[in-house]
């Protein structure tokens, strides 16, 4: 079993920063990729942005210059800096790991940008 967990979501007025954290625990050895997803009230799933054991990144067009993924290895945790914030970046932000042939989701934090 791996447990994924979320932190770091809140309230943010558009322009701020939120960094979110998605810590792996459980069995497992090394973190494998890891991707960040977001939902908003009415849409699918979006790809946000990824992170390869290499540290190889990948971003949607729409984050591409104001987020920022990284890891920490010893730490098993994956980080997602989010800067310059805006109103269509509201949603639940989810991270997810396929590890030992299982797809795992943490159970997502809200990240909410509003005047």
């Known amino acids: 079993q791996v447990q994924l967990v979320e932190s770091g979501g809140g309230l943010v007025q558009p322009g701020g920063s939120l960094r979110l954290s998605c810590a792996a625990s459980?069995?497992?050895?090394?973190?494998?990729?890891v991707t960040w997803y977001r939902q908003a009230p009415g849409n699918e799933r979006e790809f946000v942005a990824s992170?390869?054991?290499?540290?190889?990144?990948n971003y949607a067009d729409s984050v591409e210059g104001r987020f920022a993924i990284s890891r920490d290895d010893p730490k098993m945790t994956v980080y997602l800096q989010m800067d310059n914030l805006q109103i269509e970046d509201t949603g639940v932000y989810l991270c997810?790991?396929?590890?030992?042939?299982?797809?795992?989701w943490g159970q997502g934090t809200q990240v909410t940008v509003s005047t």
């Open positions: 459980g069995t497992i050895i090394q973190i494998a990729r």
């Open positions: 997810y790991m396929e590890y030992g042939g299982v797809d795992w």
């Open positions: 992170i390869n054991r290499a540290r190889t990144t």
